[in-house]
Every structure is written in C-alpha cells, then in structure tokens.
C-alpha cells in the first residue's frame, strides 16, 4: 500500500477534523475567552511581620494576627464545584528575609487525620498543605511547598503551566501541629529560594492546596477546574509584599566521602571530595555548578535484556542533573515526548570522571527565560592503558519568552559536543564535533481549550570518513540497505546533516470530548545521540486521538475515560510501512478502585529495520490486549496489578505478562514495597546474525525461534524516625534465559507468504557463528541512611551490593538460575558521604 493513499485517507480525516476545530472555536471562543474559573478571581493581601514567629506548627504567635485570613476554599475532588466538607484558611506574612504562610485546616474527626511519616519529598497517603507561589508572576512557573500532619516537606517546581520537576530542592522549614478542631500547618520559605522582580510593591501568583486523606477531599483556594488544562495560569493572587530586595545568593554544599570495596577477596578503599554551589546573578539567575561530583548514594538502573539493536534508556538519577532541569528540555515526540529529546543528561559522564559542570538559568525582566548548561569529563583509560573515552566538553543553551499572558511560548535550543581526539585511537569510531538545535512554538486559544505545538531541530556532526560511515551505517538509519532508493552509504563523507518536524493540535481542555492530531517527520541524516537520545531517523508518522471522559461522580462510578487512537507510519522514500489503532478506557468506583484496559491492532506492510541494515522485510500483522487495576490508595495495605497479551499470528509469535505491586503501610512510619514481575515472550522471527553465503559470499541474515521467560521483583522499604532521618532498603533480583531453536535464512524478503521467505539454516554449516542461548542472572541492592542534621546538610551511610552470573544454555529453571545467583559471591560497597550547606 502506498504512502501517498493512506496519507490522503489519513489526510482527508485531518482536513474534517479541522473544519470542526476551526468551526467549534469560532463559535466558542467568544464565550470562552475570559480565562477565569468558576467564581471570581481569588486575591488575598501580605501583612509584614511584626514580632517573632517560630516555626513549630501552632500559629500562636500574635504576629499572625496582623494578617487577613482567607478562606472561601473550592471543592475539586471528588465532586467539583461542591463546597468543602472541611473548612481551610490561611495568613500570609513577610519580612525582608522570608515569606510566612499559616494554615488552620479544620476537621470535625481529628482521629481520622492521617500523618503518615516518610522522608522527605516520598508521597504518601497523608493529609496534605500545598502552598503555591508564583513570584515571577508568569503564569507559567511556581515554586510549590507541601507538609503533612507529621512535619514531613516536600517541594516541587512546575513549569510549562503545569509539568513538574519533583527533584527541585530548595532549603526552608514547615513544621505542623495537630490539635482538638483539626491541625495547622506553617511555613517559612526563605526570599532567597524564591525569584522575583526588584518592584517597590511585589504580586505574585498564589495557591493553597488541601488534600483530605480519609474522605480523598481535595480542596484549591483558587478554582482549578478538572476541565482546564491549566494549572499555575488559574492562581490567585497575593498583594501588599512591599520594599523587600532580592537578597544576596550564595550557597556552598561542599561533600567528603570515603568508602570500601569488596570485591573476590580483594578490598579497595577509596575516598574524595567536592563542591557543588549556587550563586545568584542579579535578581533572576542563578549559576549552579559542581566540581568533581560524587554520586555514590544514587540507585542503580534496574536491570534489563535487551535483545533489539535500539540503545536502552534508562532515566536519570544524578542530582545535579536532575534539579532545575526543566529549562533544558526540548522532546522529539508528542506532549512530553517520552524518551527521545535534544538534551539526555547521562550522555555527561556516565563512563568518565566529570571535572566540572555548571548551569545557569532564570528570568528576564521582559520574559525571557534562559539556561545555559557546560560540562568538562575526563579522558578515561583501561587497564590495558587504551583510551576508552576522550576529554570531553559538553554545553547547551536554552531560551524561551513566554507571551499573551502565559499562553504563547516561544523558544529555541542549542547543544554542543566537541572531543579532542587526536591520540586516542578513537577518531574511527566517535565525531570530534556534534550540533543539534530546535525552535519551538507552544499556543493555547480559545479560553485555553485548545492548543498548537510545532518544533523544528536539526543537527550536524562531523568526524573521521570511519566514523561518519559508522553513523550512516548505525540501527538509526541503515542507509547500506541494499532495497533502500532515497538513501545510500558515501564512505567519503566526513559530516552529516539532517532535520526533523513534530506538530501536533487539538482540543485539550473541556469537560467531555477531547481530540487532537498531530505528526513527526526526521531526515535521513538526523542525529542528536552525542548528547540526546534518538532511536529513529528517516521517518514518518501522523496520528488522531480522540477522547470522552466524565469526571462528574454518579451512582457507581467517580469517573471514566475512553480513547480513541489511530495513526500510520512509513520512511521519507516515501514507503508505508504500517498503521494501527487503538482503543482503551479507564474508571474509578466509587470505593475508590481503578480498572483500566485496552485493544490494539496493527497491520505493518515493511519492517525496515528487523536484518539490522539488511533489506526490508514483509510485515506481519499483529493484535495485543492489556487490563489492569489498582485498590483504593488510601488504604494501609493497597495493590495494583496489571497483565498484557499479543501475537502475531501469522508466524506464530506470541508475548505475555503481568506485574503487580503490594504496598504495605506496616507503621505510620514503616511502608513495605513488593513488585513482583513475569514475562514470556516466544518469537520466531528473532534476529541472531549476519553471516557470508558459502557459495556467493553475499550476506545471509539469520533469525530463529526464541523463547524468553523473564522474572524480578523489586523490593523497598522505608523507615523513618523523623522526618529528618530515614532509611531506605532496594532490592531487584532480576533472571531472564532466552533459547534459540529453527534457524532460518531470510531467501525472499518480499513474498506474499510467510514460509517463502525462509529457507532453514544450520548454525553447524556456518563458520564463526555462536550459539546466542543466554541465561542472565543479576542483583543490585542498597541499603542508605539519610540524616538531615541542619536544613541542606545531610549525612549518608550506604553500602550497595551486586551479583552478576550469566550461562548460555538458555533453559529456564527458576531452582536453578536462583542457585547460581546465590554462589555468585558479588561486590559490596561501603560508603559515607558528609555534605554541609551555607549561605554567604
């Protein structure tokens, strides 16, 4: 089937789609355009401190009476609209060194108060305060604080009006009380955490936030319809924060660590120090930076086969890379755009020491937000003094104006990779230099129910003729395809270019019905993977989805959602290579319980990238099923499980598998987390290897039969005796076995009939050919203990083991791959690691 044919169906289904959006906005966006919510615009005023105030939850303190109380607060969850079952206010104070917030939270059973104990920034089903506070008064940004009845903090940056960056730490302090009538919660959030204008008279954004855990209540002081797809553009308002100056922001977190190997016997001790820090630059930027970073208290990734020829992703972890990141991110895909983007953090020293790192980033006066990020890693050698990676410099700069009062952005991106690789026998392998950069256009219209989203990057890397053609020839593109007319390997190039297009517009807000559309488009010669992540290149793709939701509780249901999605994908040659559809659904009882499932079914005429650089092979249709839910989340002992199952019929390929997951709240302060998984996956169309014709020498591409079971379980636990003091236990136990069996040589890509395109093979016939049965064994665990000693300062106890066992007769037998993980003796790692925060 050809592109152009199922582009027009797919093109005529967009065009109708578009009359309908252009029809529906013309005669909505009149009544739709004040951006209010229900009831007026919320706004409270500041009073200045007069007094002391001490921050240990009971807001007795006269000061506090200086301050107008505000109430009025508007029920979100579970019946929107509805005046709340449980009344909250609040008073604001300041002085020139911090902002002071006070909540009473009313409740007419305080037995039923949850304050479940945890370290700081874990979710839990407590009772909860949320205080929000836009001070660059944006309508896109807000600093978000939370406490719960047991004093435990939690932070969280929003960007983008409503995506979040839960690894934002800022240093401040909250403490609460529970008492007869309910409990109170009160904050001091130091100036110097928050970024705002040098006005004589200050006006930020502000939201209070309540969540009733036993009754699940959740409460806004400014109204935040379900409806709206907003979330800081519907802030009210704080006046009256007059004459405080932006203070002077320097802060030092200087580390020293130490620690032990233990690996066959032979012990290592170790030890190191460095220095992270953060200065601020005039009102708005900041510059954060570190020096030789130590990230030994971090988690391991968890573990995985991967038996395609993508690179894996795995997210980051490092908390350098994670705190204020959100500036840089500039996605490839649709929304946030799932894992391939211009910026992929672990691309900076994942195997090598990192001299030095720094980022820069905030707001102008006029708009404009800005982030620049630089980093330095070292050359690295093994043990056979060969040059595994070269002197590095990675840096990025990121920029973005924020228009029409928060519902237009304007942005771009660019990043730079520059290697000195003379010398280290690289130069065949890795590019000297490597560019990537992006534009990007985000608008909301018609009372903020619709959207349009349109980026456009490109890149270009240069390097060694060894190199460039490694890129050519890399699972990205496959140009050396031998059926492939738009593309062909050059061996002389020294550089590659190539651009990309992702669009995508819809309705995005609304009480029922949900659509949008969109596409994405690369170039052959597209490549971001010096410092993104990108597993495709030389594509196309164009989707619809539709949505009907109710989020109005009835009789049975609190609320139900059902999608659906349709799309079609193929090459810039151009060639259809498939399209597909799916539909599922989701609901809530009014207990509290989650189901959720859903049916997909693909037809794929051309899978191009299967022989890995071999021709195109004839698609095979394929169908799958999911389901899944989960018990009421409020509950001391909850669970969720989910199971999927697939096949593709024609060769006889088939997967299933399910996870679950059972949490246990043992104590106010004990949870127990136990996620138990298994999968099987039978394939015979499994790729094994490229080997030479006997007679003709010409490329034969070999698949086979492949069975692979796979099971893990992930195991944490929480303790904790303060909020300032807890620790932490990880475990995954992790056995995947695949066996091949039906070796077959591809003879006839392109027939009609699935046998005609095989012939079988015997790897005995074959020189140089191994058998690829696997049997992988692997644990990584680790134990930390977190005390807080001083808001910012912390101290780490860790010690993190690992086992890895692996064989290669590919039969499973659980008795027997837990056995062979147990004899493996492994490696364990003692650790302690002091940090001290000040602020000069």
């Known amino acids: 089937m050809s592109w152009s044919k199922s582009s027009g169906i797919i093109g005529v289904l967009c065009g109708l789609s578009i009359v309908v959006l252009s029809t529906f906005v013309g005669t909505t966006a009149a009544a739709t355009s004040d951006n209010s919510s229900p009831g007026s615009v919320r706004s409270t005023s500041a009073a200045r401190r007069v007094g002391t105030i001490t921050i240990d939850g009971r807001l007795d303190e006269a000061a506090w009476k200086a301050a107008p109380s505000a109430s009025g607060f508007w029920q979100r969850y579970p019946r929107e609209g509805d005046p709340p079952n449980h009344e909250t206010e609040f008073r604001v104070l300041y002085d020139n060194e911090a902002v002071y917030i006070g909540v009473f939270c009313h409740e007419s059973e305080p037995g039923k108060i949850r304050r479940t104990l945890t370290r700081r920034d874990e979710e839990s089903p407590s009772d909860w305060i949320e205080v929000g506070i836009d001070s660059y008064r944006d309508k896109r940004t807000a600093f978000m604080f939370a406490v719960n009845p047991a004093g435990v903090q939690r932070d969280t940056l929003v960007f983008n009006d409503t995506e979040k960056d839960d690894s934002w730490d800022a240093v401040w302090t909250a403490s609460a009380d529970v008492n007869k009538i309910g409990w109170t919660a009160e904050f001091r959030i130091p100036l110097s955490q928050l970024r705002f204008s040098p006005a004589s008279e200050q006006q930020w954004g502000f939201q209070v936030i309540r969540n009733v855990a036993h009754s699940n209540e959740y409460t806004v002081w400014s109204p935040w319809p379900k409806s709206k797809p907003q979330m800081v553009s519907l802030f009210g308002s704080v006046k009256g924060i007059k004459d405080i100056n932006p203070p002077r922001r320097m802060e030092v977190l200087p580390y020293v660590v130490s620690g032990v190997t233990m690996s066959d016997g032979d012990e290592t001790m170790d030890g190191n120090a460095g220095l992270d820090f953060e200065y601020g630059l005039g009102n708005n930027f900041t510059l954060s930076g570190t020096i030789n970073p130590d990230f030994g208290q971090v988690e391991a990734?968890?573990?995985?086969?991967?038996?395609?020829?993508?690179?894996?992703?795995?997210?980051?972890?490092?908390?350098?890379?994670?705190?204020?990141?959100?500036?840089?991110?500039?996605?490839?895909?649709?929304?946030?755009?799932?894992?391939?983007?211009?910026?992929?953090?672990?691309?900076?020293?994942?195997?090598?020491?990192?001299?030095?790192?720094?980022?820069?980033?905030?707001?102008?006066?006029?708009?404009?937000?800005?982030?620049?990020?630089?980093?330095?890693?070292?050359?690295?050698?093994?043990?056979?003094?060969?040059?595994?990676?070269?002197?590095?410099?990675?840096?990025?700069?990121?920029?973005?104006?924020?228009?029409?009062?928060?519902?237009?952005?304007?942005?771009?991106?660019?990043?730079?990779?520059?290697?000195?690789?003379?010398?280290?026998?690289l130069e065949s392998e890795l590019h000297d230099r490597a560019y990537a950069g992006g534009l990007q256009l985000n608008h909301r219209f018609a009372g903020d129910r619709y959207d349009l989203n349109l980026r456009l990057v490109g890149s270009y890397v240069h390097g060694s003729a060894e190199a460039i053609t490694l890129t050519q020839e890399s699972s990205q593109r496959y140009f050396q395809r031998e059926d492939a007319d738009h593309v062909e390997v050059d061996p002389d190039r020294t550089s590659l270019k190539g651009a990309g297009l992702v669009w995508?517009?819809?309705k995005s807000g609304g009480e029922h019905w949900r659509f949008a559309m969109g596409g994405n488009i690369r170039s052959p010669g597209l490549e971001i993977n010096d410092l993104g992540f990108q597993n495709t290149a030389d594509n196309m793709e164009q989707w619809l989805w539709g949505q009907y939701r109710d989020d109005d509780p009835g009789e049975y249901l609190q609320n139900y959602g059902v999608n659906l999605n349709a799309w079609m994908f193929g090459n810039t040659s151009p060639e259809l290579a498939g399209i597909g559809g799916n539909m599922n659904g989701h609901l809530t009882l009014r207990n509290y319980w989650d189901a959720w499932a859903g049916f997909s079914a693909n037809k794929r005429y051309w899978n191009h990238k299967i022989l890995r650089g071999g021709p195109a092979l004839r698609g095979l249709d394929s169908m799958s099923f999911w389901l899944g839910g989960a018990s009421d989340s409020r509950r001391s002992l909850r669970g969720r499980m989910g199971m999927d199952f697939g096949g593709r019929p024609e060769s006889g390929t088939w997967w299933t598998g399910a996870s679950a997951e059972l949490i246990v709240q043992a104590r106010s302060n004990l949870d127990i987390r136990i996620g138990p998984r298994i999968s099987r996956y039978v394939s015979n169309e499994q790729y094994v290897d490229e080997t030479p014709d006997a007679e003709s020498g010409a490329p034969r591409y070999i698949l086979a039969r492949m069975e692979q079971t796979t099971v893990g379980v992930t195991l944490r636990m929480n303790y904790t005796f303060m909020p300032t003091l807890s620790v932490q236990l990880y475990a995954q136990p992790f056995i995947s076995t695949g066996a091949y069996r039906n070796y077959k040589a591809v003879t006839n890509p392109r027939a009609n009939r699935y046998d005609d395109r095989f012939e079988m093979f015997d790897p005995a016939q074959a020189t140089d050919f191994e058998l690829p049965d696997f049997n992988f064994r692997q644990l990584n665990s680790n134990l930390v203990l977190r005390w807080e000693y001083l808001p910012g300062s912390a101290l780490f106890l860790v010690w993190s083991h690992g086992r890895l066992n692996e064989d290669t007769h590919g039969r499973f037998e659980l008795g027997n791959e837990l056995d062979a993980l147990t004899d493996e003796p492994g490696e364990h790692v003692f650790l302690l690691k002091l940090n001290y925060w000040y602020a000069l």
Do not use: H
């Not at 980033?361 to 890693?377: M, N, P």
């Not at 029409?404 to 520059?418: C, F, L, P, Q, S």
């Open 504 to 506: 995508s517009t819809g």
């Open 301 to 425: 990734d968890p573990s995985q086969v991967n038996l395609s020829a993508d690179e894996s992703y795995f997210a980051e972890k490092r908390p350098f890379f994670l705190e204020g990141i959100d500036i840089f991110k500039f996605s490839l895909g649709q929304g946030d755009g799932g894992n391939e983007q211009l910026f992929y953090s672990r691309r900076i020293g994942l195997e090598a020491t990192i001299y030095g790192a720094a980022k820069l980033s905030g707001k102008t006066a006029s708009g404009w937000s800005i982030g620049v990020l630089d980093a330095v890693t070292a050359e690295e050698s093994d043990e056979e003094n060969q040059v595994i990676e070269p002197l590095t410099n990675y840096g990025l700069l990121r920029v973005k104006k924020d228009l029409n009062g928060g519902r237009t952005t304007i942005g771009g991106v660019v990043t730079a990779v520059n290697r000195d690789l003379d010398g280290t026998g």
